[in-house]
């Protein structure tokens, strides 16, 4: 089971911006597509942002569309998530998961990271 390890969140106000990373314990960067979720209370986990396994394609939620860009440094089995222009509802716990392929937005693994805390306050 792979284990991924997020980080990079933070408080940070309205129109901030914030770095996501993901790391994971085996190699799965440049093999599997990727996504990044996010969690925000009382709220179901949702998909923010996917790339596919050689990070030609990407797609984005339209809430976040122009705002976030998902890339991916493969050498270093790392996922990022940069996020421009924050809004308090994005306050969430993000968290990234491997893709069951990038047409099938299914998670591959069911073990989750912690995630990383993201509050946008005013």
């Known amino acids: 089971q792979v284990q991924f390890v997020e980080s990079g969140g933070g408080l940070v106000q309205p129109g901030g911006s914030l770095r996501l990373s993901c790391a994971a314990s085996?190699?799965?960067?440049?093999?599997?597509?990727m996504a990044w979720y996010r969690q925000a209370p009382g709220k179901q986990r949702e998909l923010v942002a996917k790339?596919?396994?050689?990070?030609?394609?990407?797609n984005y939620a339209d809430s976040v569309k122009g705002r976030f860009t998902i890339f991916g440094d493969n050498t270093k089995n790392t996922m990022f998530l940069q996020m421009n222009t924050l809004k308090p509802e994005e306050t969430a716990v993000y968290y990234c998961?491997?893709?069951?392929?990038?047409?099938?937005?299914?998670?591959?693994?069911?073990?989750w990271g912690q995630g990383t805390q993201v509050t946008v306050f005013s």
């Open positions: 998961n491997a893709l069951m392929s990038y047409s099938n937005d299914v998670p591959r693994y069911d073990g």
């Open positions: 085996d190699m799965v960067f440049g093999v599997y597509a």
């Open positions: 790339i596919s396994s050689r990070g030609v394609s990407r």
